[in-house]
């Protein structure tokens, strides 16, 4: 780029006058050097306790529960069974299933999240379509849900669903 030393009259100029862009695309790149660093290093999060948390039947024919411990230890259906053995256990039984491959899991807080991870990673790898998480009532509060059968002054829960089938 070269300078006009003025001779010129009042001609006009046609470069550009990137000086004022350069300047702030340095800022903008010297931000996000700065930045990226935190987002990276994450963040500790606190998961909701549970309240006024809807009572759910267990059904023992239809609903397939998977637990985890603090120790990492699994229960299916409330059964102990040893981590080789839960991945042929959870194909075999959604394998049969054409429709409602739903599981639930219900994992210790302390537990590492990742072991979370990588159970719903395991179930849906042999035939889990929805995984739900289940969650206990905070203690010291009651479920004001209409249908409960947890909620003081409430009738019991209906065996089947409004609308739903037996």
Do not use: C, W
């Not at 070269?2 to 001779?7: D, F, H, I, L």
């Not at 229960?75 to 739903?102: C, H, M, W």
């Not at 159970?119 to 929805?130: E, L, P, S, Y």
């Amino acid at each position: 780029m070269s300078m006009s030393t003025g001779g010129g009259g009042n001609s006009v100029k046609a470069e550009p006058n990137v000086t004022p862009m350069i300047d702030v695309m340095l800022v903008l790149l010297i931000i996000f050097m700065v930045v990226t660093p935190a987002l990276l290093a994450g963040f500790n999060a606190v998961p909701p306790q549970g309240q006024n948390l809807k009572d759910h039947p267990e059904d023992a024919e239809n609903d397939q529960v998977l637990g985890i411990d603090r120790d990492g230890n699994y229960y299916l259906n409330k059964q102990p069974i040893s981590k080789t053995a839960i991945e042929g256990e959870i194909k075999r039984i959604f394998e049969k299933r054409e429709s409602d491959k739903v599981m639930y899991l219900k994992a210790d807080k302390d537990l590492l999240y990742s072991k979370v991870v990588d159970a719903t990673d395991m179930a849906a790898k042999n035939g889990v379509r929805v995984i739900g998480l289940i969650s206990d009532q905070k203690n010291g509060t009651v479920s004001t849900v209409v249908g409960d059968s947890k909620a003081p002054g409430s009738p019991q829960a209906p065996a089947t669903p409004p609308g739903g089938k037996p």
